[in-house]
């Protein structure tokens, strides 16, 4: 019960992630710290064992390390590149491949639907949520992206794995 709202938590916040970033252009530091810290407690919760745990952790911190170097390139922006590891930290090694497929398709949809809105959408006509996402010149809220990766990568991991069985069940 308790590992349940550890997992709704990481769900809620990964869903934030992508709301906050369409409306702000920015994936605030203490989501990203929050998503990292929840780990601790769930891993001490779900006791995988700790050479489970330690793949996770390696994972995060390969994830770490890829996502800085990318955002020193200007590939993407420091929320995206702090958001990356800390879901990558939940979802682990085995969820890895279907994280970064489901995120790197999700990003190229998003991309596409990003540019056709800002062509077709008369200047100041933008929604009140989303006005950061549709100016010119700005970039694409990848943090929905990196969501749509964790959410599709999640089965993959024991952390997460029960909550969604137990919903499951309830179909």
Known sequence: MILSLFAISFFALCIYAALIDIETLTIPNWLNGWLAFLFVPAAILAAPGWETVGWHVLVGAIAFVASVALFFL???GGGDA???PAALLWVGPAGVAPFLVAT??????LTVVVVIMRALMPSGYAPGFGVATFEDRKGVPYGVAIAAGALFAAPASPFLADFLSQIQRFN
Do not use: N, R, T
């Not at 790197?104 to 949809?109: D, Q, R, Y």
């Open 104 to 109: 790197a398709m999700a990003g190229g949809v």
């Open 82 to 84: 702090k958001f990356i």
């Open 74 to 76: 200007g590939v993407y």
